[in-house]
Each structure stands twice: as structure tokens, then as C-alpha cells.
């Protein structure tokens, strides 16, 4: 469609009063009878003009101050009327403005979802930030919102208590980890290379999630331990054939043979206690700084045995 066209018909929508909205609805069917009236006598030639005005006159209509449900369907009558005189068939004209409204009508809520899904975002991150500065009992609703910059009301139409709003940050912090531990580690061949792997994930999601598990040792101890469950339940049906290339490891000498569901909770408690003095002492540095002496503790151990004395390096220990 030509943009002097849309021009013409957003000068009309801008320059029509409130009051005296029904007085667009004329100039606008003028412009699209006058369009139709130029083109030779093209049935599908004119159903696409046609739409393409009312489309355009639509969208601006629904953003302008003047839209209402009435003004529209009047709009669209006359619309269907004037295609129909001008040569294009009304169930043909009927029939693609019912898409084109439902497409619209889509696109519209996707725009919503998306507004309110960042509203929604900027909601938790507020709350996190003021939790982790804090402490959950010390913040409220109205810290929440001053630092979100949106209205108290806003935040009541999101969640409806202060308790709420933890239970939202735990349940997304949660779905983001199960993800994390259904990645693919199928690629590894070497069994210790995939245990690394999911050692260097489990570290580093802390890490990078470590103003919430400040307020989570803060405020719900038992919280860490639903996290490690959690992963653990993951990690086994997200890695179906780890058991197995264990199993298969102990057999050729590579593993020691000993219980795989005991051996896997015995890591991750270890990067547990880990991770909880990372916490309280102010989440200095990278955890993953220390993945060498975690490898070492948990693939090897930490005693030297008398016939390894002169064959091993001295374990790196860290105050």
C-alpha cells in the first residue's frame, strides 16, 4: 500500500475528536472507495487493496484515543459494504478480515504476555536484590516495588503476599536448574570427564545464582537440601547410560566398584559444604578456582597411602 495512503488515513484518525469519533468512519470509507474505483476490475486485485486499508485503518484506530467496539464494527460494516459495491465478493471480504482480525487479536496478546512476563521479572528481581541486602523478614511489598519502580498495586495483581514472591523466585530457580541438569553430557566418552562436567555445572549455577542461595541459607535451610535432590533425581534420568559406563568402568579397573546412587549423593554433599562456605564468607572469587583439589578429593582422595608417598604431588589445601 502506498504510504501516502496511510498518511492520508492517519491525519484523519489524529485530527478526530473524541466526541465526534463517527466522523472518521466517512473519510475513511472515502479513501478506500476511491482506491477501489482506480483498479481495473480485478477481483483479487481489489480484495488485497481492500484489506490492506482496512487493516491499516484498523491498527491505527485501535491505538488512537477515539477506539471503541462500537466505532469498530460501524468501521467494518461500511468497510464490507464499500468492497462489496466496488466489485468484491462479501463472503470473500468477510472471510479475510475474520483472519486478519484474528490474527491481530494474537499479536496483541503475545505483546501482552510479553509486558506482563517482564512486569513479572522486574518483580523478582527487585525482590531477590532486597531480600539478599535485607533478609525476607525485613523487606516489604513497598521496599519491593520503590526498587522495581512500579506501584504497590502492580506487585498485588502479580502475587498476593511477601511469601508469594519467595515461593516464585525458588520455583523459576528451580525450573532453570532442573534444565541445567538435563543438558546433554552424552558426547563424553570418559566417565570421569562427564563427572567433571557435572561437578563444573553444579558449581558454577551456584555461583552464578549466589544472591539467591544467600537468602536461601538465610531464610530455608532445607531448601539447599530440596535443590540437591532435585539435581540428583535430573542428573540420573537426564544421563540414562551413566550408570551403565560406571559399571563398565569398574569392570576394566578405571572405577573402584562401589554403590553409584551413594557415590553420587557423597558428591554432592561434598560440593554442598563447599558451596555454603563459599556463601558465608561473602562469595569471594570463583568456585570453580578450586576444581582441581575438588577432582582430587572426590576422584582420589586425600590420605596418602604408603606406597604413593614418593609417586604424588602434595594436595593444594586452601585455608
Known amino acids: ?39 481495473p476490475e480485478d477481483e483479487s486485485a481489489r480484495s488485497e487493496t481492500a484489506l490492506a486499508i482496512v487493516d491499516w485503518a484498523a491498527k491505527a484506530l485501535i491505538a488512537s484515543p477515539i477506539y471503541s467496539d462500537t466505532l469498530m464494527r460501524e468501521f ?14 462479501r463472503e470473500l471480504i468477510l472471510e479475510d478480515l475474520l483472519f486478519q482480525s484474528l490474527r491481530r487479536s ?5 505483546s501482552k504476555r510479553k509486558k506482563q512476563t517482564d512486569v513479572r521479572r522486574r518483580i523478582l528481581h527487585a525482590a531477590l536484590t532486597e531480600f539478599s541486602e535485607k533478609g525476607f523478614h525485613a523487606s516489604t511489598i513497598d521496599s519491593i ?31 532453570e536448574f532442573v534444565e541445567l541438569a538435563r543438558k546433554d553430557l552424552s558426547t563424553q566418552d570418559d566417565v570421569l570427564k562427564i563427572i567433571e562436567s557435572v561437578i563444573k555445572m553444579y558449581l558454577s549455577f551456584f555461583e552464578q545464582n549466589s544472591s539467591f542461595f544467600k537468602v536461601i541459607i538465610q531464610e530455608h535451610k532445607d531448601f539447599g ?21 560406571c559399571w563398565k568402568a569398574s569392570r576394566t579397573g578405571r572405577l573402584k566398584q562401589m554403590n553409584y546412587f551413594t557415590v553420587f549423593y557423597g558428591i554432592i554433599g561434598f560440593l554442598n ?20 583439589t575438588v577432582k582430587e578429593v572426590l576422584f582420589y582422595g586425600f590420605a596418602i597411602l604408603p606406597d ?3 609417586n604424588t604431588n602434595p594436595l593444594k589445601v586452601i585455608s
Not at 466526541?19 to 468512519?25: K, M
Not at 494474537?106 to 503475545?110: I, K
Not at 559444604?273 to 582441581?292: F, N, T
Open 225 to 245: 537440601r530440596e535443590f540437591s535432590e532435585k539435581f540428583i533425581q535430573e542428573l540420573i534420568l537426564a544421563l540414562p547410560g551413566l550408570k551403565r559406563r
Open 1 to 39: 500500500m502506498d504510504v501516502s495512503i496511510q498518511t492520508a488515513i492517519n491525519r484523519i484518525i489524529s485530527n478526530t475528536k473524541a466526541h465526534r469519533d463517527t466522523f472518521a468512519i466517512p473519510e475513511l470509507i472515502k479513501i478506500l472507495e476511491q482506491q477501489l474505483q482506480i483498479l
Open 308 to 310: 604413593q608417598v614418593c
Open 76 to 89: 467494518y460494516r461500511s468497510a464490507i459494504d464499500t468492497a462489496e459495491a466496488n466489485g468484491v465478493p
Open 273 to 292: 559444604g563447599m558451596i555454603q562456605k563459599w556463601l558465608r564468607e561473602g562469595a569471594e572469587g570463583s568456585l570453580l578456582d578450586e576444581i582441581d
Open 145 to 175: 516495588a520503590e526498587r522495581a519502580d512500579i506501584a504497590k498495586g502492580t506487585i498485588y495483581r502479580y502475587f498476593k503476599t511477601k511469601e508469594s514472591i519467595f515461593i516464585a523466585l525458588k520455583e523459576d530457580t528451580m525450573t
Open 106 to 110: 494474537a499479536e496483541g496478546e503475545t
